[in-house]
């Protein structure tokens, strides 16, 4: 049975401008970090890319080292570009990564130029497209001169292999680094996508949302939803099947009394504003001007709608954000680190 797109689908998305290029984000992006490998059915990731473009949702994230196993994220949405998503191109998003291992020897990780140039290559076959829309740095490589991983990705767009390209992770002297070299070059470097969540401030503490304003840069912030801790799945226990059960992305040591205390009290602030605890982390982060588009994973269907909704109320009063700050005070709940080893 084909695909046919919902045709309003247009109509109740909100979309902002990524920085200060020409280019639109939808206020939601789905991500294909988790549940887009061999290990889910492909019905199942079918189902929740379709779900999410039927919603306005047009940008879909990915890196090279999706999966499991590795590339099997980009292999799986290439078969969804070419079945359902056939015609659609260029109604959509398609961004992509590189810097995790890949492969195995000295050229299948981090930044230098031979394993950009060639991770991108590969991406391309994977998806079975002639070019990505964003081409991310997907981390800062310290042994590498920047000016060698910024040239390449410059070389990424001159080839017509990407539209666009953006980092990952990458703190605020670095940014500031990187976009002087794109700039000399006349690379459209457009935007940034640093974790950031009510969990998990770094950006704010290091500066990096003023840069990214002072630069005209947008933002996709990834975990919004701190691996699930800011949902209403741990509230009470670690269900089976989460990611905290599995002790993949979220350990369970997050899950200390006093954080899930905290998390108690924010899911009250939640149901007092009527939204989940989740529609209402969402909504936070996207009060910032600088933030783009706040990506999401999901494992069901259910989930995208629910976050979608969170676009019904986005407003916070004052009192209810410092209320939100008595629960999520920088460098007490934190579950991340600002560092180069952000996934």
């Given amino acids: 049975m084909s695909y046919n797109p919902n045709p309003t689908r247009y109509e109740h998305m909100l979309y902002n401008r990524c920085g200060k290029s020409g280019l639109l984000l939808p206020a939601i992006s789905l991500g294909l970090w988790h549940n887009f490998g061999d290990d889910v059915p492909h019905q199942t990731k079918v189902d929740m890319c379709t779900t999410a473009f039927d919603?306005?949702?047009?940008?879909?994230?990915?890196?090279?080292?999706?999966?499991?196993?590795?590339?099997?994220?980009?292999?799986?949405?290439?078969?969804?570009?070419?079945?359902?998503?056939?015609?659609?191109?260029?109604?959509?998003?398609?961004?992509s990564k590189a810097g995790y291992l890949m492969w195995p020897g000295p050229y299948g990780e981090w930044g230098s130029r031979k394993y950009i140039v060639a991770s991108c290559d590969q991406t391309l076959q994977r998806l079975g497209v002639d070019y990505v829309d964003i081409f991310y740095a997907h981390r800062f490589d310290p042994n590498t001169p920047l000016e060698e991983t910024m040239l390449a990705l410059d070389h990424l767009v001159r080839m017509g292999k990407a539209l666009y390209v953006g980092i990952s992770s990458y703190n605020t002297q670095r940014t500031k680094e990187a976009y002087s070299i794109l700039k000399s070059l006349g690379t459209p470097f457009i935007i940034h996508q640093p974790s950031y969540s009510m969990l998990n401030r770094w950006v704010e503490t290091d500066g990096l949302l003023d840069t990214l304003g002072e630069l005209g840069l947008g933002s996709i912030v990834f975990s919004p939803l701190a691996q699930g801790m800011l949902t209403d799945k741990y509230l009470k226990d670690i269900?089976?099947?989460?990611?905290?059960?599995?002790?993949?992305?979220?350990?369970?040591?997050?899950?200390?009394?006093?954080?899930?205390?905290?998390?108690?009290?924010?899911?009250?602030?939640?149901?007092?504003?009527?939204?989940?605890?989740?529609?209402?982390?969402?909504?936070?982060?996207?009060?910032?001007?600088?933030?783009?588009?706040?990506?999401?994973?999901?494992?069901?269907?259910?989930?995208?709608?629910?976050?979608?909704?969170?676009?019904?109320?986005?407003?916070?009063?004052?009192?209810?954000?410092?209320?939100?700050?008595?629960?999520?005070?920088?460098?007490?709940?934190?579950?991340?680190?600002?560092?180069?080893?952000?996934i």
């Fill in 55 to 95: 919603l306005g949702i047009t940008h879909f994230d990915l890196a090279n080292n999706y999966g499991p196993p590795p590339g099997s994220a980009e292999k799986a949405f290439g078969c969804i570009l070419k079945n359902e998503f056939a015609g659609l191109r260029d109604e959509l998003i398609i961004s």
């Fill in 239 to 342: 269900p089976q099947g989460s990611r905290a059960s599995k002790n993949r992305s979220l350990s369970t040591t997050f899950l200390s009394e006093e954080n899930l205390s905290r998390i108690r009290g924010l899911h009250g602030i939640a149901e007092r504003r009527g939204q989940t605890l989740a529609q209402m982390a969402l909504a936070w982060v996207l009060r910032k001007p600088e933030v783009t588009t706040a990506l999401i994973g999901a494992s069901k269907v259910q989930q995208i709608v629910d976050c979608v909704d969170a676009l019904k109320n986005t407003i916070f009063t004052t009192q209810e954000l410092i209320e939100i700050d008595t629960y999520a005070v920088d460098g007490q709940i934190n579950i991340w680190a600002q560092s180069a080893e952000l």
